[in-house]
């Protein structure tokens, strides 16, 4: 390994074959060319800022990473590291002689920082070139933009309390959407697409799943994985909404299995909490198919969707 830390320049790794090898075996779930390579070469480089983040005694956990589980690396372009007591960090692949990166939509948030990780030709070493904690909007970030390595353990030793932002709903229905949300079609199978029909007040609603502009109702998706260790629990969240006046609107929350899963995993919990955090709605699975809960708020009120499994959970805060 080569690099002078001291300055604050770069880190160099060899990629030993025990990383080939794993990359290799996730490589082969993908039939796309394009897809198993990118997969390929994100695998490279989440293990190089895992051995850099060793060198330096950071503990991560690779295996509670989108980037470890194959159903999610179908979905996503995704080469996440999970950093312990901090979140998730995106190891981007960098290609010899590239200066720009394109980082994928569906990691520009979620994320406390990004890491640069420069292949040379024959994939036998990787350079971490810098770190940024945010990228440009555009998704273009150029290599002269990215700061120093050195910023990443201040950034990791500096004692964090992150103050989550919510989900502005009614900018949905002005296509306004944070870029982790993403189309039905993309999360779930066509029979559940064709099962998603909201209920609201003894009425039935088939939210447009096409329609980015829609009047009437809309709706997006967020794919969760609430499994341990090496054991992955991959589930969709939707959020349907439909408007009752300028003042109140429907809302409905539901989850799904994903991919080859038919019912939710057993004793799965979702709740919906008010903006003090009480929980106002609750519904459990128990060989259930999918979870659907429905209420109507009122602009400007907050709660939020929490997701539970075992000792796992995810909380999202939104606004009407």
């Not at 390929?40 to 005694?57: G, K, P």
């Not at 312990?84 to 569906?106: A, D, Q, R, S, T």
């Not at 350079?127 to 950034?155: A, R």
């Not at 519904?283 to 198919?289: F, I, L, M, Y």
Request: charged share 20%.
């Amino acid at each position: 390994m080569r690099g002078n830390l001291s300055e604050s320049l770069t880190f160099t790794v060899p990629i030993s074959l025990e990383a080939h090898t794993l990359a290799e075996r996730f490589r082969n779930k993908h039939k796309n060319r394009r897809k198993a390579k990118q997969v390929y070469l994100n695998t490279l480089a989440v293990f190089a800022v895992q051995f850099y983040l060793r060198c330096m005694e950071i503990q991560t956990s690779w295996s509670e990473s989108f980037s470890w589980n194959s159903v999610i690396q179908t979905l996503m372009d995704v080469a996440d590291l999970e950093v312990i007591g901090f979140g998730k960090i995106e190891c981007l692949p960098v290609l010899p002689n590239e200066k720009v990166i394109h980082v994928p939509p569906e990691v520009y948030s979620d994320r406390i920082g990004y890491v640069a990780v420069q292949f040379e030709e024959s994939l036998e070493e990787a350079t971490l070139l810098g770190f940024v904690k945010t990228v440009p909007s555009s998704g273009e970030l150029l290599l002269s933009q990215l700061g120093s390595l050195e910023d990443l353990l201040i950034h990791l030793n500096q004692p964090t309390e992150k103050v989550k932002q919510p989900i502005h709903l009614s900018q949905w229905f002005m296509n306004i959407v944070d870029t982790s949300w993403q189309t039905i079609e993309s999360l779930l199978n066509p029979q559940q697409q064709a099962e998603l029909v909201f209920r609201f007040r003894g009425t039935e609603h088939s939210l447009d799943l096409h329609s980015e502009n829609s009047t009437s109702g809309v709706q997006k998706g967020k794919l969760l994985d609430l499994g341990r260790d090496s054991k992955s629990q991959p589930i969709a969240l939707v959020v349907g909404l439909l408007p009752i006046s300028r003042e109140e609107i429907n809302i409905s929350v539901k989850i799904y299995p994903t991919c080859e899963q038919n019912y939710l995993p057993q004793e799965l919990e979702l709740l919906v909490l008010d903006d003090a955090g009480i929980a106002v709605m609750q519904a459990t699975a128990r060989n259930t198919k999918s979870i659907q809960l429905n209420f109507s708020s009122e602009i400007g009120e907050r709660f939020s969707v929490k997701v539970v499994l075992g000792d796992v959970s995810f909380t999202e805060l939104f606004l009407t």
